[in-house]
């Protein structure tokens, strides 16, 4: 099994930039499927980022956050990236690394098997 912990999030004004990462121990061959859930206050949890193993095809992103975030993933440090730009208030949101074995061809919650804990990202205006 894989066990994930976020990092990087916190408190930047809309227009600003971060980055997440999401460091992997355990079983750590790039065989698993990689995303970024986010989940708001009072909403249900979001699939926005996600990167098929081995970096197969193109990354999967949602039509909230494409053209704005990159998701991106160091092997060798067993690493995966969401990098943030052009944030805004809407993108407030406890953020999850999420993983699942194999090739999984959607971001849908319920597809993931293994979750960090998520990390808090705030926006203001």
């Known amino acids: 099994q894989v066990q994930l912990v976020e990092s990087g999030g916190g408190s930047v004004q809309a227009g600003g930039s971060l980055r997440l990462s999401c460091a992997a121990s355990g079983d750590t061959r790039n065989t698993y499927t990689m995303a970024w859930f986010r989940q708001a206050p009072d909403k249900g949890r979001e699939g926005i980022a996600g990167?098929?193993?081995?970096?197969?095809?193109?990354?999967m992103y949602s039509d909230s956050v494409k053209g704005r975030f990159t998701i991106s993933r160091d092997s060798a440090k067993n690493t995966l990236y969401l990098w943030m730009n052009r944030l805004t208030p809407e993108d407030t949101a406890i953020y999850y690394c999420a993983a699942e074995r194999g090739h999984v061809w959607n971001l849908v919650p319920s597809q993931y098997n293994f979750w960090g804990r998520g990390t808090q990202v705030t926006v203001s205006s």
């Open positions: 990167l098929l193993p081995t970096d197969y095809g193109s990354p």
